[in-house]
């Protein structure tokens, strides 16, 4: 075997971060001893951490051709069909290290990975238990189960997993901000909005936080009267809808405050009446604190029972009423406003949208649907074009002001969890809200009115990923109307 000094020194390199040193290397030692299984699959590793699949297949098959039974190649090649989403395929090669070696505890892990990608969440909990029996202490295995867990409703026990993480190692921040998303879904605002901080240091966010200067960070411990305070937005339009609540209560401080409101959302943030500079130039800006938007709740000390909850806290401008009071004229039957999907960009689209040949069962009712979708794919569009009560308002509800002038005509809006949800909720339309089985946070569980918007009513899905149910007792309510 080639120098195994080199070898080690390739190995620490890859582990420390230093990808590019690492893979000279790697390249070094295969040229010079081309049967190197450690090294093929090690480099192979690496290029898939990099997103180069092609070359790691190719790594991982000649050392399989070596040493068809190497579990580390084995599981390397299992994670890179993972990762291409050739689940199937990906989950007889985790069943295949199994078989060869009962106690490989990472092909159990990346097997339950695969089951829960193809929503088989029962199964994967079997599969986690059965690693668990290998290794109790392993926190990636017990956190993963939790996940799995949470995605059966089953929060208490979720929520023991994730605790015993945090007992087991404080660090593990993913496993902090899995428990805070249930804290807050459980109504814990006291602990969930504590806990719901680690999303500015979590690898998936931390990047949007990255500005954090600590010794102008406010969390409620200062006073803030004649103090200019930046209230930082994140995440989405609808966060901002609803968090936006609670810019009055920091005037009413005493404070002057600085925002950063999106375009699109600006003159509909405007009707909230409070006094703001706008700003778009951060580098240029001076302010004594800054908070972000979503940690309000935290600073402000605010738990379920005192959101400020009075609607409409949003209004549609004048201008916005009227043009649609003339562009749609004399109504003749009830008007419905409709979105049935998100953002394809939104990381839990697959759980929140719904198709439109779904809804196609609400059509049949003599009312006069109105879409408030601005987004379609082409089958939406092409069915759209069969559907004689379904009209699309595409290019006139750009800018949220424009789309709530289109709220304010409507008897009723139905929609998917969506920014447009936020809006129909704070300008206090009655507004019927379509929830996945584990929705987000902000809709709590076992209920179906909202402690944020008191217009909301919602219905949630009975089993994981069935929408029928829910649309035909929507129809019935509908008739009822």
């Excluded at 230093?18 to 093929?40: C, F, P, T």
């Excluded at 899905?461 to 509908?478: A, C, R, S």
Aim: net charge positive; proline share 4%; hydrophobic share 40%.
């Amino acid at each position: 075997m080639i120098n195994k000094e080199l070898l080690n020194k390739a190995i620490n390199l890859h582990l420390s971060g230093k990808k590019k040193e690492a893979a000279r290397i790697y390249k070094k030692i295969i040229n010079l001893e081309q049967s190197n299984i450690i090294a093929l699959n090690n480099f192979a590793s690496l290029l898939i951490e990099v997103g180069d699949f092609n070359s790691a297949k190719l790594l991982l098959k000649k050392a399989l051709k070596i040493k068809p039974d190497y579990l580390d190649a084995l599981n390397n090649l299992g994670i890179l069909t993972k990762l291409s989403k050739k689940y199937l395929e990906a989950i007889k090669i985790f069943e295949k290290i199994i078989e060869l070696n009962p106690s490989y505890i990472k092909a159990f892990i990346n097997l339950g990975d695969c089951l829960q990608s193809q929503k088989k969440f029962e199964d994967a909990l079997v599969v986690y238990d059965e690693a668990i029996k290998l290794d109790s202490e392993s926190t990636e295995v017990i956190f993963n189960k939790g996940t799995c867990l949470n995605e059966l409703n089953l929060q208490d026990k979720a929520k023991t997993c994730f605790e015993k993480i945090i007992k087991m190692n404080p660090k593990f921040v993913e496993a902090r901000w899995c428990l805070a998303l249930i804290q807050l879904q459980q109504g814990n605002y006291i602990e969930g909005w504590q806990n719901y901080e680690a999303r500015k240091i979590r690898n998936k966010t931390k990047k949007n936080y990255s500005d954090i200067v600590t010794s102008k960070n406010w969390l409620g411990e200062k006073g803030l009267n004649n103090k200019k305070i930046y209230i930082k937005g994140e995440q989405g339009f609808g966060d901002y809808i609803q968090f936006s609540r609670y810019l009055p209560i920091i005037e009413n401080l005493g404070a002057k405050i600085i925002l950063d409101t999106p375009k699109p959302l600006n003159k509909i943030i405007n009707t909230l009446g409070i006094n703001y500079t706008h700003i778009d130039d951060v580098d240029k800006l001076e302010f004594d604190y800054y908070c972000y938007l979503m940690s309000l709740p935290l600073a402000l000390n605010k738990r379920i029972n005192t959101i400020p909850n009075k609607t409409p806290y949003l209004y549609t401008p004048e201008i916005n009423k009227k043009y649609w009071k003339e562009k749609l004229g004399p109504k003749v039957t009830k008007r419905i406003g409709l979105i049935w999907s998100g953002s394809p960009l939104n990381e839990n689209d697959h759980n929140r949208s719904i198709k439109l040949k779904t809804l196609m069962n609400l059509f049949e009712l003599p009312f006069e649907f109105h879409s408030l979708q601005i987004e379609y794919n082409e089958f939406d569009l092409k069915l759209m074009k069969k559907l004689k009560n379904l009209i699309n308002h595409k290019n006139k509800i750009k800018g949220f002001d424009n789309t709530a002038g289109l709220i304010e005509s409507m008897d009723l809006v139905i929609s998917v969890d969506t920014s447009i949800a936020h809006l129909s909720g704070a300008l206090n339309k009655p507004t019927w809200l379509l929830l996945p089985f584990t929705p987000d946070f902000r809709w709590l569980l076992k209920r179906d009115d909202s402690p944020w918007y008191p217009s909301v009513k919602l219905y949630r899905q009975e089993k994981k990923g069935n929408w029928e149910t829910i649309i035909d007792k929507v129809k019935k309510d509908l008739i009822n109307l």
